[in-house]
């Protein structure tokens, strides 16, 4: 180890006292870093000597472990010991041929694991918790598996708090420490403070623990020790990963698949002993029944279903949905009502101020976006903001209450808080010489947030907020430069003029302001109105419309004013037309019980004013409705609402760090779009699992009735070993994978949501399995027997072989959906099947009609009469099973009408 790394090392772990005992100054030095924070290089120089920062490494399995594991299945191992025995009795080549067929079978589950292993790798690392740095005294976003000892770490109310530090700055700064002390109540922090060495952990008020939480103010702290090293690192491991537990779905399939394996392994076994009851020699007949095994008993189904959930939720990753739970994705297609934030999330959160009230004046703001350029103007004339007017207190309230910045015309902090500060700039206002003293961070409850500034001597307190807590908190009000008492007229004409620019679907925010040496929000002086528009995403209109037809609520659930949430709701068709009764605001939702608020919830689309609080409850009412509810959430308070739905959805971009942790789905770009193309993934996965099952229990079904058949009429035996592991192969390996990608049926979105207590297995499906395979047989089996009379039985095993494979090529297309025809699905839009049903004729015409192959796989070239008879067999299959899915169609669709 070099002395540099030596020196971090001890600086960093082996501080020659507690950091808690220590002056900032003095941390800084030992640490080798300063209030800018690290440079990039260096940062990357100390993550390559401590590692990353977590407790442990991600234990993922290797390829060879997971190719292994392939074979660790009791009858694939039974088969290869049968092999082994046919080898040493001289049968050297079907033992081959069957070693090649296993270990190809042994591949294409390989790849189909280690897909999902990598899509559920890639998802872990995109639901990682994130944390704020100061790197060369830049704020800057970064994986909290890449925070090192010395970086400056940036705090705020909702932060993981991703290492231990020691505090420089804290203002009113609560942190819950209970995952480290198991204290409930959140400890105040102070950075002032220099303690004792010995002072006990829950105690430790300068420092801030890896795990545990920010609920309120802000800090800055610099880390002290990462990973295994951290309080939380000696105690317990982080629960940083995604949760991989064993869905419902997978359970439920665990379960069928084990009872359909048990009702295989009994019928193979009867088969096998009724062959040698028929002189079939005993060891031919024994392989032969644990090939029969292998290739009905379904073990794939629980690999196929995570699989399927696991690339699934990858491709939800690409539509900037990441899953953070897999159970979350079956109850994505059953969601019935979604409960959406409306800033940006229905609107594009990109804040602009159009309006100004102040001093009984309405001033216009042009320009647009985050640039200052632009101008106020009064009747259409530039007017530049006076000290001491309202207009002037009403703008500075906006530009120093305030704790977002813009660079490069990019916002860095809340949208909001970047909208008034371009206003103020646009005024050719500065926040030069304003010094920050104290402050009150804005919280849900509140509705607003103060600050106290001093320039010159001179003290101010200034307020922001929603309408109603900045009059709560105002006795006068400014007009013609000053203070005027707030008499309740004029509280009337301040609320009317916020009403008008709601009617505009403008977001209002009011200021207020006052002298003083320290900061209480009492007796300010209200100064004037500031109206922004956040125009609605254009995307979000076709998003409601279909969940509309998907039979999916949309509730929106705001802080705004009502008039603006209706407003806003208009415009994207959420409500035909600007009726309040659509509308529930937070004082109405307290005076309402519970019973009048479920009977109101049926026709309510909006909820306005609320607070976090009010959606847990609303979420507990649709639940007990019997509703499936997705929740979004941004903020620490939101995190109950967002575990009480079936889904919780947190905000990627505005979220923090403890609503992401509580939540089920994250939503890359905060858009309600993103919400609908989740659940249409959703709805997507689960389909195409049901299209394998059909595909893959119908044709194996199929495949046991023509072989008990075969000897109940006392033929030759229909396949032998080889062609039956060989059927398994390109049967159920190629078309698994291509249905597993097929597109979204043309009626996905136009169904009803899935009822959550349904399973897989409804009786439609298990109609159809039965249908299908009967189907099969029936199709097969006379071109078998009829062969078998006249024909060495090598050649009708051969034609029958044949069969099955081309009729597996229409049951894999006609499976693609249980409702709809292949006509109205578009026959061949899944190109991954086309290619397959290609590769499939193509090898098996090389089987039958190349004589080396013959040899090797016990087959014998066919007569292209019998080649056309087969192809006609298995075209024929499809309209007929196209009729039986209209069959039933017609028959659920007048029993639906009959019980209605």
């Excluded at 209480?520 to 419309?545: S, T, V, Y």
Aim: hydrophobic share 45%.
């Amino acid at each position: 180890m070099t002395s540099r790394r030596k020196e971090l090392k001890q600086a960093a772990h082996l501080l020659p006292k507690p950091a808690h005992s220590l002056p900032k100054e003095e941390i800084f030095k030992l640490l080798g870093t300063g209030p800018e924070g690290l440079s990039e290089e260096e940062a990357r120089r100390r993550l390559s000597i401590y590692g990353p920062n977590e407790i442990e490494g991600e234990k993922r399995t290797s390829p060879l472990k997971l190719f292994l594991k392939q074979f660790a299945n009791l009858l694939i191992v039974i088969l290869l010991i049968a092999a082994g025995v046919s080898f040493f009795v001289g049968d050297a080549l079907e033992a081959g041929v069957i070693l090649l067929i296993v270990v190809a079978c042994a591949v294409l589950g390989f790849i189909q694991e280690w897909k999902a292993d990598q899509a559920l790798a890639a998802l872990k690392q995109l639901a990682a918790p994130e944390a704020t740095v100061l790197r060369e005294g830049k704020k800057k976003r970064i994986p909290a598996r890449e925070v090192v000892p010395g970086d400056i770490l940036v705090l705020s109310a909702g932060d993981k708090v991703a290492a231990d530090g020691r505090l420089i700055e804290s203002v009113n700064l609560k942190v819950d420490e209970s995952p480290l002390t198991g204290e409930s109540v959140a400890v105040e922090k102070d950075a002032e403070k220099i303690l004792p060495p010995d002072t006990p952990l829950p105690e430790r008020v300068n420092m801030v623990f890896s795990g545990t939480t920010v609920i309120y103010g802000r800090g800055i702290a610099v880390v002290t020790a990462t990973g295994k090293e951290t309080e939380f690192g000696r105690i317990a491991g982080m629960l940083e990963s995604v949760e991989t537990e064993a869905t419902p779905l997978e359970r439920r399939i665990a379960t069928v698949g084990r009872w359909l394996g048990g009702l295989s392994l009994a019928i193979a076994a009867l088969a096998a002993l009724i062959g040698v009851s028929q002189g079939y020699p005993w060891l031919e007949m024994f392989i032969w029944g644990v090939s029969l095994a292998v290739a009905a008993v379904p073990e794939s189904l629980p690999a196929v279903v995570t699989g399927a959930l696991a690339i699934g939720v990858s491709r939800m990753a690409r539509r900037k949905a990441i899953v953070k739970r897999l159970p979350a994705v079956e109850t994505l297609g059953s969601t019935t009502v979604i409960c959406t934030d409306k800033t940006g999330t229905l609107t594009k959160n990109e804040m602009t101020v159009r309006e100004i009230w102040a001093g009984g004046k309405t001033f216009e703001v042009t320009g647009s976006g985050y640039d200052p350029q632009g101008e106020i103007l009064l009747d259409g004339k530039k007017v530049k903001p006076e000290p001491g007017t309202a207009l002037y207190y009403t703008l500075l309230a906006g530009l120093l209450c305030n704790d977002a910045g813009i660079e490069d015309h990019k916002v860095v902090g809340d949208p909001t808080e970047a909208a008034l500060l371009v206003s103020a700039l646009k005024a050719g206002l500065s926040p030069e010489g304003w010094k920050r003293v104290d402050e009150l961070p804005f919280d849900s409850e509140r509705k607003r947030m103060s600050v106290l500034v001093e320039k010159d001597g001179k003290r101010l307190i200034l307020s922001k907020g929603s309408v109603e807590a900045i009059l709560s908190i105002s006795s006068a009000i400014l007009l013609n430069g000053k203070p005027a008492p707030l008499t309740e007229e004029k509280r009337k004409e301040i609320l009317s003029a916020a009403e008008e620019m709601s009617e505009k679907a403008l977001r209002v925010m009011a200021f207020a302001y006052r002298e003083a040496e320290t900061l209480e929000e009492k007796e300010l002086i209200f100064c004037g109105l500031q109206g922004m528009m956040d125009p609605p995403r254009p995307e979000a209109k076709e998003a409601i419309r279909e969940c509309h037809e998907a039979g999916i609520r949309v509730i929106m659930i705001t802080g705004d004013h009502a008039v603006t949430a209706l407003a806003v709701a208009e415009a994207l068709s959420l409500v035909p037309k600007r009726d309040p009764s659509y509308v529930i605001t937070a004082r109405e939702l307290e005076e309402l019980s519970d019973e009048e608020l479920s009977a109101r919830l049926k026709k309510t689309a909006i909820f306005a004013r609320v607070s976090p609080e009010h959606k847990l409850r609303i979420v507990k009412l649709l639940k007990k409705q019997g509703e499936i509810v997705a929740m979004t959430g941004d903020g620490v308070n939101d995190a109950p609402a967002l575990k009480a739905a079936d889904i919780g959805i947190a905000m990627g971009i505005t979220g923090t760090e403890v609503a992401k942790e509580a939540a089920d789905l994250i939503l890359a770009d905060d858009n309600f779009a993103t919400i609908v193309a989740a659940v249409e993934e959703g709805r997507t996965i689960f389909d195409n699992i049901k299209k394998y099952l059909l595909f893959l229990l119908s044709f194996n079904l199929s495949e046991i009735l023509v072989l008990i058949a075969g000897f109940l009429a006392k033929l030759p035996l229909p396949l032998t070993a080889i062609h039956i592991l060989w059927i398994n192969l390109v049967t159920n390996g190629p078309p698994a994978l291509a249905l597993g990608v097929d597109p979204p049926a043309p009626d996905l979105m136009k169904r009803p949501p899935r009822p959550p207590q349904e399973g897989v297995f409804t009786r439609r499906l298990v109609g159809l399995i039965a249908g299908f395979a009967l189907l099969m047989a029936l199709l097969l089996f006379p071109v078998f027997h009829h062969l078998a009379q006249d024909h060495p039985a090598r050649y009708a095993q051969t034609a029958l072989f044949t069969g099955f494979v081309l009729i597996a090529i229409t049951a894999a297309y006609v499976s693609r959906s249980e409702r709809l025809t292949l006509l109205e699905l578009g026959p061949f839009k899944n190109r991954w099947l086309n290619l397959c049903a290609v590769g499939m004729i193509l090898s098996q015409i090389l089987i039958v009609e190349w004589k080396p192959l013959n040899h090797y796989l016990l087959t014998r070239p066919l007569e292209p009469k019998v080649w056309g008879i087969l192809a006609a067999l298995a075209l024929l299959f499809c309209p007929l099973a196209e009729g039986l899915k209209l069959v039933w169609r017609y028959f659920e669709k007048n029993s639906s009408k009959g019980k209605r």
